[in-house]
């Protein structure tokens, strides 16, 4: 059975940083590619960054190219978000996806993801 477990989110300020985690299991992690999304308050769901199984080829959306970096640690069948100046529209729900997913929808079934929340 697929699990994908986020952990990490939190309150941070304007131009700080967190870094978000995946764990799972249930599959063989290092074949697939591994998905961030998120999802901000009133608004559908956003792909954020995708990368592929063997972590050396990452794709980021226009929104946090330069700020955030996706990552995994496939001993640890672990996938990582660091977020790096983040802005107050960073703001969402994060999370994580098995698979390339550019199209994420509601109908898709999510884990319960981590809340990030960029305020002053």
């Known amino acids: 059975q697929v699990q994908l477990v986020e952990s990490g989110g939190g309150l941070v300020q304007p131009g700080g940083s967190l870094r978000l985690s995946c764990a799972a299991s249930?599959?063989?992690?290092?074949?697939?590619?591994m998905t961030w999304v998120r999802q901000a308050p009133g608004k559908g769901l956003e792909w954020v960054a995708d990368?592929?199984?063997?972590?050396?080829?990452?794709i980021y959306s226009n929104s946090v190219r330069g700020r955030f970096t996706i990552s995994r640690d496939n001993a640890k069948n672990t996938l990582y978000l660091q977020l790096n100046s983040l802005k107050p529209e960073d703001t969402a729900v994060y999370y994580c996806?098995?698979?390339?997913?550019?199209?994420?929808?509601?109908?898709?079934?999510w884990g319960q993801g981590t809340q990030v929340t960029v305020s002053s």
């Open positions: 996806a098995r698979g390339v997913v550019r199209n994420p929808s509601p109908e898709d079934s």
């Open positions: 249930g599959f063989i992690f290092s074949a697939y590619s």
């Open positions: 990368i592929n199984g063997g972590g050396n080829s990452k």
